[in-house]
């Protein structure tokens, strides 16, 4: 992705808790000052989305529920019209309607982010269940 220098006014405090985040996470403030003005436009354009670091890195939420992907792979395992997809992962996550719609509206536009989260949470599952058949002594499926 190609990159443009800008000038931006910003107060004490703001670069303060940059410099902070900066020594905390290892980024370094444009890093970090890009991610923020991204997720905050992403946040914005999908109010019930949030961001949040795990130990695969930082990801989009929904409001007090799970990973978007994850809603996601449910969702894309749905069949049926979009209705019955709806109806049909409001009952199997038990999420409330607005959050399945705020996860498949943030997918339309992030697709292959959140297609990546599931693929590679697809093959992390294999590649345990695998370590844990060979423990096992268990051949491989």
Known sequence: ????????????????????????????????????????????RHPRIVFRDGATGRRAVLIGGPDVWEVMSTVLQAEGDRDQVIATSVEWLGLPEFSIL??????????????????????????????WRAERGLSPR
């Open 1 to 44: 992705m190609a990159t443009t220098t800008v000038s931006l006014d910003l107060d004490s405090t703001t670069l303060d808790r940059l410099a902070e985040r900066e020594r905390t996470t290892g980024e370094s403030r444009s890093q970090l000052a890009q991610r923020y003005i991204e997720e905050g436009l992403r946040m914005e």
């Open 102 to 131: 705020a996860a498949m509206d943030y997918y339309a536009e992030f697709q292959a982010e959140i297609d990546d989260r599931i693929e590679r949470n697809r093959a992390l599952a294999v590649q345990h269940e695998a370590a």
